[in-house]
């Protein structure tokens, strides 16, 4: 079974940024995309972004493209979501997602998820 955990969440000033990361243990890591979804308070849960297995090829919402980055660092087994240029927005809990489907925006694709990690933007 992989296991995923976010780091990184806190509050930030609307316009700076912050870069979450996600470990990943117990699995075939570099084998699969890695997904970024988020939920704000009161909202269902949305899609972000997602990065292939090998870290070259990307997708965002347009909500968030051109701010957000996805990368990955496969011999750390570990994936990061780095955001720029803030909006309150953004406020939401942020969770990694992966499994041998992963890569679109249904989240009926991701088999693995993180526990989450706040992320609050005030105005």
């Known amino acids: 079974q992989v296991e995923l955990v976010e780091s990184g969440g806190g509050l930030v000033h609307a316009g700076d940024s912050l870069t979450l990361s996600c470990a990943a243990s117990?699995?075939?890591?570099?084998?699969?995309?890695m997904g970024w979804f988020r939920q704000p308070p009161g909202k269902e849960r949305e899609f972000v972004g997602a990065?292939?297995?090998?870290?070259?090829?990307?997708h965002y919402a347009d909500s968030v493209e051109g701010r957000f980055t996805i990368s990955r660092d496969n011999a750390k087994n570990t994936a990061y979501l780095q955001m720029n240029d803030t909006k309150p927005e953004d406020t939401a809990v942020y969770y990694c997602?992966?499994?041998?489907?992963?890569?679109?925006?249904?989240?009926?694709?991701?088999?693995?998820w993180g526990q989450g990690a706040q992320v609050t933007v005030s105005s």
């Open positions: 990065i292939g297995w090998n870290g070259l090829s990307a």
């Open positions: 117990g699995g075939a890591f570099s084998s699969y995309a």
């Open positions: 997602a992966s499994g041998p489907f992963a890569y679109g925006r249904s989240q009926s694709n991701y088999d693995y």
